[in-house]
């Protein structure tokens, strides 16, 4: 698995994640799945992704999107 695809996962994770917790417990949790989606957009634009700087160092291997 590359960087980039191990982002999309990471991301679809915490998204369904969020899902889940909002409608057990709180839709406050619905605010995390605001979060994951404005990194994706920020991340789109910028290139800056602070998932990627760490799964690169977690000896995840680089892909297209994010060297």
């Given amino acids: 698995m590359n960087l980039d695809r191990a982002i999309l996962a990471?991301?679809?994770?915490?998204i369904l994640a969020?899902?889940?917790l909002a409608h057990v417990?709180?839709?406050w949790?619905?605010?995390l799945t605001a979060f994951v989606g404005l990194n994706?957009?920020?991340?789109?634009v910028t290139g800056f992704?602070?998932?990627a700087?760490?799964?690169?160092?977690l000896g995840v291997r680089s892909g297209c999107a994010f060297r």
């Fill in 40 to 44: 994706l957009l920020q991340a789109s």
């Fill in 18 to 20: 969020s899902l889940a």
């Fill in 53 to 57: 700087m760490v799964l690169r160092k």
């Fill in 10 to 14: 990471f991301a679809g994770v915490m």
């Fill in 29 to 31: 949790w619905l605010l």
């Fill in 49 to 51: 992704c602070p998932a």
């Fill in 25 to 27: 417990l709180s839709p």
